[in-house]
Nanobody, 128 residues
Framework: VQLQASGGGSVHAGGSLRLSCQASGFSLDYYPMIWFRQAPGKEREGVSC????????YYTDSVKGRFTISRDRAKNTVYLQMDSLKPEDAAVYYC??????????????????????WGTGTQVTVSS
């Protein structure tokens, strides 16, 4: 299982970025995909997930209506479209997966130690 995140960058508040997570060694048809983020001095937090079976999506409250998670099965890639970015969204973003973790509306409370596979992080900077 390998995950490679990309697409981070630096934007002004109100701007947009699209993160990508290329998965290899497994199929998105069978694994839920999760985006986490970690800001300096803070714990890593679950941001969004997409389920493997029906593609249901869930978001932590702070990003609802602004972020959109999606997947391209043909490319085995997951995306996180981030719009209306705020300075508090600045963090290192990680994609992750765990076959046994159920993507659901408790995404905000998922603990990073419960997730088996992690990709590299990608830095998102938002200036005010």
């Amino acid at each position: 299982v390998q995950l490679q995140a990309s697409g981070g960058g630096s934007v002004h508040a109100g701007g947009s970025l699209r993160l990508s997570c290329q998965a290899s060694g497994f199929s998105l048809d069978y694994y839920p995909m999760i985006w986490f983020r970690q800001a300096p001095g803070k714990e890593r937090e679950g941001v969004s997930c997409i389920s493997s079976n029906d593609g249901s999506t869930y978001y932590t409250d702070s990003v609802k209506g602004r972020f959109t998670i999606s997947r391209d099965r043909a490319k085995n890639t997951v995306y996180l479209q981030m719009d209306s970015l705020k300075p508090e969204d600045a963090a290192v973003y990680y994609c992750a997966t765990d076959f046994e973790w159920p993507c659901n509306d408790r995404i905000a409370t998922v603990k990073d130690y419960a997730i088996d596979y992690w990709g590299t992080g990608t830095q998102v900077t938002v200036s005010s």
